[in-house]
C-alpha cells in the first residue's frame, strides 16, 4: 500500500535552515509528483512546493519562492524540502503528498517551529 513518512523537523531560530524528507514506498514513485503542504494552528492547510514526475520541473508557493528548494531522488524513492532562511511564519506541520490512481495520500507531517 501507499506510504509517505515525512522526517526532519524540529525548533530551529528564525533565519536558520531545516530538511525535511519524505520517503514513500508502494507506488512508482518516478511516475509521480509529489508535493509538500503546510498547515499553521488555526489555519487552513496550503501548497508549499511540488516536484513533477516529469523532469522534476518544481514549483514552489509565492511565500517560500527563493527560500525553499525541493528535490527528488527516484532510486531512492524520497523527496526533500531544504529550508532556509527560515521565518517565524513558516512555523507549521508540514505534510507530503501524492496523488496515485485518482487517490491523494498523505503522511502523518512533521512539525516546523521558528523561534524569534
Not at 4 to 28: P, W, Y
Not at 88 to 94: G, L, Q, R, S
Amino acid at each position: 500500500q501507499v506510504q509517505l513518512k515525512e522526517s526532519g523537523g524540529g525548533l530551529v531560530q528564525a533565519g536558520g535552515s531545516l530538511r525535511l524528507s519524505c520517503a514513500t514506498s508502494g507506488f512508482r514513485f518516478s511516475y509521480v509528483s509529489v508535493n509538500w503542504f503546510r498547515q499553521a494552528p488555526g489555519k487552513e492547510r496550503e501548497f508549499v512546493a511540488q516536484t513533477s514526475w516529469n523532469n522534476g520541473i518544481t514549483y514552489y508557493a509565492a511565500s517560500v519562492k527563493g527560500r525553499f528548494t525541493i528535490s527528488r531522488d527516484n532510486a531512492k524513492t524520497t523527496a526533500v524540502l531544504q529550508m532556509n532562511s527560515l521565518k517565524v511564519e513558516d512555523t507549521a506541520v508540514y505534510y507530503c503528498k501524492v496523488r496515485y490512481n485518482n487517490a491523494d495520500y498523505w503522511g502523518q507531517g512533521t512539525q516546523v517551529t521558528v523561534s524569534s
